[in-house]
């Protein structure tokens, strides 16, 4: 494969003419609470309602749309346990080409379901996408079929490099795009679009903390392998970042920063409770990043939002934990004296105290409890941290004992 | 008041105008499960994403505006648990005006939090909104104050009908549009708007089956009140028709459809899933017409989202009961005898199943339980419904004692 360090806007406006008919040009929300934070207007790019529910599907699109009849007619083949696999599923499907996508057996359940739905063959290769990566190019040398690279090829860049072209058309004054980076290719695309504009226009990067390869990679001037730990983001944990979307985020992008799993978890809360956006983690880290960095964020901004392939249970763990942390959550253990009453003294104690009750299991035999004892679990609504400490104060003054749930 | 029976549509343009920099142009997304479900397109009209998470604010701010300079300087008062309140908390706060709101006792905390962020003065009064809506009445007598109605005004059902002006732009071809009903205003202002219409483009309202006060109302051709069970639609739950909303809605509606529960939480799960929106149950009403009258809507379709203020906790719990009627979430209590080791097979024979464990529950003293018992209560992800009877069958089979959890 060449690799230029380029990319020409040329080619960019040519994957937009591509992706007219295929990919949807995502709204652009203006987000009132950011923009309060940063005292400056702050809209959010929606490639989370983009179709296969992410941006892969633009450069997937592209990369397929521009291999040879013959190429095609040999099927395309990809390793993936998310959006590129859907991806490439639909752009392989709408250009009438056979796709098969090699996915780790633990891949979600709706994921595989979808990647089946747009026509791909799915074969389960062990356990982790690495593994998946060499079993898909050994495949693809075997069959004579083409590999579909989830970021480091020139027309996928070029591809996710259509969303900077829109976001332009919708916001021309922007000063900074944020952007996730995993292998680099969605930042790499959107910095080439904007290559020709007025340098104060910032384009950053924004990994998870747990595993960010650019930094390192950026300070050593090459692609360096890391280990990181796992991610809730795992959209964006990729280990090292690829040889041309390394070059590329290079010379366009101005910083890439990290962010934490808690400011993930808090972003993806305030787009599901504010922006009424559903995103996976790696959708959220634009917006982590603004919570994150502020000082380093000069408005008008726009945060891609970048996916918003979330699995269901994950989306209700983030929900009740987001609420725990903002104190509006409380989850405790209370015992009581095992006798006909105790339990509506409680409640209506806890009523007197504005808590809304959400759940009460009652446990009368324990093995940790004297046999004249029982003890109940609690989930509990508050206004907020310092109501719950209240409530916790007020309820040992009262002589109960409490545990944390 | 005087109660006209139309809504001349220059009034709707008119609020168009007075809402030019105040409410959002709502972007309009095509949903392609929807889309095949009916057999052509089928769009959602996101109203969730509108200033303050609903399409309130748009009536409530052109009935504000309207008021004289005399009036606005006397404040507004109006009665609310939801969407209403933070409508004309907001809009009175925009045009300089004190707003006074009557919310009841158990009102949503994140509710009251926001009203009172609009700037509006909160007065809790007893449980129920019924009781407020009489005391907000009383307090504007009292004081001189506007009580702004949530509905039944024709300054609000022409805010409301700016939304039928921006679809038809949005969408120049559309049969079918379909809109929650509580009172009526929404839909009574989107008939309105579409009253010049060719003849062939339906206008549907949908109510909530527990509590429908429209359908026998439009039988008896006058406004009738109803009591009705509790839904999870509170949005839309409003035991009596207003008069003008009444009216219009018989003039300008075509029909009022009624949706079960378990469509509101099925199409609520489908928004949040495959359009990455988050709306509220009522807001879900549209979307859960196409689901259980399908027959009856002819494409291309839009649907208003008619709000996206959801509690976070009702939201977790949607998500989880949408896992398990889908029978990918599965809640089971098993038995195992209790010795070293029993845990571990149980869990490596659901591993083999192809079963992602969630959460393991391991109780070993419980009063229903044998001496050398133990339980477990497992929650499980499985491949769907035929997955989980699978699943169920192989672990009887093995001779496991299993019961619902």
């Known amino acids: ?230 991610t809730m983001a795992d959209g964006i944990a990729v280990g090292q970042p690829g040889r041309l979307t390394f070059e590329l985020v290079s010379r366009y992008v101005d910083a890439v920063v990290t962010v934490s799993e808690e400011s993930i978890s808090q972003a993806l809360l305030l787009c599901l409770e504010r922006a009424k956006q559903v995103v996976e983690p790696a959708g959220a880290a634009g917006v982590a990043a603004i919570l994150e960095h502020s000082y380093a964020v000069e408005p008008p901004v726009v945060a891609v939002l970048s996916g918003g392939n979330i699995d269901p249970l994950l989306l209700s763990k983030v929900l009740r934990h987001g609420l725990a942390v903002a104190g509006r959550y409380l989850v405790v253990r209370c015992r009581l004296t095992d006798r006909p009453g105790a339990l509506v003294t409680l409640l209506s104690e806890l009523a007197e105290l504005g808590v809304n009750v959400l759940d009460v299991t009652h446990e009368r035999v324990a093995a940790r409890l004297h046999i004249e004892e029982a003890e109940v679990l609690l989930h509990l609504e508050t206004r907020g941290p310092d109501h719950s400490q209240d409530v916790l104060d007020r309820l040992r003054g009262k002589g109960y004992t409490l545990t944390s749930g």
Chains 1, 2 share one sequence.
């Open 1 to 230: 494969m060449t690799t230029p360090s380029s990319i020409d806007l040329a080619e960019i406006r040519s994957a937009r003419e591509l992706l007219r008919e295929v990919a949807v040009d995502t709204p652009l929300l203006h987000s009132r609470l950011l923009s309060e934070t940063l005292g400056g207007p702050v809209y959010l790019k929606c490639e989370n309602v983009q179709r296969t529910g992410s941006f892969k599907i633009r450069g997937a699109y592209v990369r397929i749309a521009r291999l040879t009849a013959q190429e095609r007619a040999c099927g395309v083949v990809a390793a993936s346990a998310g959006n590129h696999a859907q991806g490439v599923a639909l752009a392989a499907s709408l250009l009438g080409c056979k796709a098969t996508v090699f996915m780790p057996e633990g891949a979600p359940l709706p994921k595989i379901a979808a990647t089946r739905g747009y026509g791909a063959d799915v074969i389960f290769h062990g356990p982790t996408v690495d593994g998946c990566l060499t079993a898909a190019q050994a495949y693809a040398e075997e069959r004579g079929a083409v590999y579909i690279h989830p970021f480091d090829h020139p027309d996928v860049v070029a591809g996710q490099g259509t969303i900077g072209l829109e976001l332009l058309e919708q916001c021309p004054d922007v000063r900074t795009v944020i952007a996730a980076v995993g292998g680099g290719g969605l930042a790499a695309g959107i910095g080439a679009a904007l290559a020709d504009r007025d340098p104060k226009v910032k384009v950053i990067g924004v990994q998870a903390k747990r595993i960010a390869a650019f930094p390192p990679s950026l300070a050593a001037g090459r692609p360096v392998r890391i280990t990181g730990g796992p």
